[in-house]
């Protein structure tokens, strides 16, 4: 007997599918067979991935979303519902924003600017993602948060603040949505160097001040502290890559993760076994 995940006949949502791990979670859930609604801030993005899926066979479809106002998320569902005939069988929300400003000198506006976005953005998914899956009674949600959620780091303070609130949220919302038999758990990605670790690498080289953010850091100077950090924090040695973690949204939301529930899955080379 083989084992394989198929999604044939499911109905993906993807927030921030435009770019970086957001494409990628997307592009895998067509490659597994689901077709993926896609939502995203900028339009060419969105539409670009619905392309590269639709030229995979399968069907896909974009709204504009900014996940931190509660009526773009709203007709967001509303439209992958309708996409999917009206059933929707996964939500994965992975858009989020990072912040590098140090803990002594970040603004007011900079810390609402992250939460809104990473925390009162998960709660706007959540909230009506669920209440279509109530009403089916089965389906699947996937937050993103982030290895940094698990413990402070000095470099991204509100980050992991944000990334400690999404775990939190997602575990509560696991409760709530056990008795209608759906699933939530939360992907935490390791150390990608995606546009977000690039935004790190710049935090890095400047020392966390917004005031001071520096334009000129060369690309030696950007590989050196990648590799670095590649090497201090990363068990394996290795640094994760889009698809590794996009593998995992894929095998949460498949029947094989069926008892999977309320849980952090970490894709992170071990950073955080000691945790």
């Known amino acids: 007997m083989s084992i394989a995940i198929d999604l044939a006949g499911k109905t993906a949502l ?12 997307a592009l895998a859930f067509a490659e597994a067979g689901a077709d993926v609604y896609i939502g995203n801030r900028k339009k060419e ?18 709204s504009r979303c900014d996940v931190s106002v509660d009526a773009d998320v709203k007709h967001l569902v509303e439209d992958a519902v309708e996409f999917g005939s009206g059933t929707l069988n996964c939500l994965v ?34 909230k009506y ?3 279509v899956m109530q009403k089916q009674g089965f389906g699947n949600i996937e937050t993103f948060s982030s290895i940094a959620g698990r413990g402070g780091m000095g470099m991204l303070p509100m980050y992991c ?11 509560s919302a696991a409760k709530n949505a056990a008795p209608y038999g759906i699933r939530v ?28 953010r520096r334009k ?7 590989e050196a502290l990648w590799q670095d950090s590649v090497k201090s924090l990363i068990p394996l040695g290795r640094a994760q890559k889009p698809e590794d973690i996009a593998y995992a949204a894929v095998f949460i ?3 094989l993760a069926r008892e999977i529930t309320g849980q952090v899955i970490a894709i992170d080379g071990g950073t955080t076994m000691t945790y």
């Open 45 to 62: 993005e969105g539409n670009q991935t619905v392309s590269e899926i639709v030229n995979m066979g399968r069907r896909s479809g974009f």
């Open 185 to 212: 758990n939360s992907i935490a990605p390791g150390i990608i160097r995606t546009n977000m670790w690039e935004e790190i690498l710049d935090g890095m080289a400047s020392g966390g001040d917004p005031k001071s």
């Open 129 to 131: 993602g669920l209440q």
């Open 14 to 25: 993807v927030t921030g599918g435009g770019r970086g791990l957001g494409k990628a979670v």
């Open 161 to 171: 603040a944000t990334k400690a609130a999404v775990i939190n949220m997602t575990q």
């Open 93 to 126: 929300n992975v858009a989020g924003v990072i912040s590098t400003d140090d803990f002594m000198l970040t603004t007011d506006e900079e810390i609402r600017r992250i939460f809104d976005i990473n925390v009162i953005g998960t709660q706007h998914v959540l």
């Open 216 to 222: 000129d850091v060369s690309e030696e100077e950007r």
């Open 253 to 255: 939301a498949s029947d």
